[in-house]
């Protein structure tokens, strides 16, 4: 794996990749509810029919829809992730381009996601969701602290939960951090034996003295 030769070269790859695809993931969010509006208000986008096309969902859970509605959990798990991240790039004794990068990758989802959980994207509840699925009345007009999800796959006649670049980040990330944790060795620690000379080498070092 390559190296970067300082902390700073290795926070500043870590942040600009970051950046990078948690704008990509926002700006492709944004651009694609403009596009099509909330879920239910178009049909979907197929790109390749009945293969893979773009439809918008809203998802207050994880990754698959787990844990739906627990927003108070997932943003404070994603501000410690966050934190623990940044900690793990400052840290890093192997100053690998690799996991730097990965990490970058994966802050990205982190953020992107975090964005809608906390209501940044400023959508709310309408009269539109109280028709079509069910949206309380009384809920009408407040923020949706949502996750917005658009592209989606199908696996023959089974559509593949709903995700987005952010999503995709997550993914992607934990495979290659499995990826490194297998292929880069883990550092030897020093034996005693390493670090005090022997009891021979000592003689000899006397003798030729």
Known sequence: M?????RSSRLLLFFAIA?????????????IFERLGRPGESDVWWLIPDVFGLQTSLNQGALFGIGQG??????TLSCVAFVGIVGWVWADSTRS??????????????????????GLHRMRWSDFDADVWGCPSEMVGEPIYAVRDW?????????W?????????????????????LVVPS?????????TPSTEDESKDKAEN
């Not at 390559?2 to 300082?6: E, F, H, V, W």
């Not at 995709?168 to 951090?177: D, P, T």
């Open 97 to 118: 381009v690799f996991l730097a990068s990965t990490l970058g990758l994966i802050t990205a989802g982190i953020l992107g996601n975090l964005w809608d959980r906390v």
């Open 19 to 31: 950046a990078l695809f948690c704008a990509l993931d926002l700006g492709t969010k944004h651009w």
């Open 187 to 195: 550092p030897k620690p020093k034996t005693a034996a390493n670090e």
């Open 70 to 75: 627990q927003i108070p959990l997932f943003v």
């Open 151 to 159: 592209i989606l796959v199908m696996l023959g006649d089974y559509p």
């Open 161 to 181: 939960p709903n995700f987005n670049i952010a999503d995709s980040c997550l993914v992607c990330g934990a495979i290659l951090i499995s990826v490194y944790a």
């Open 2 to 6: 390559n190296k970067l030769s300082s």
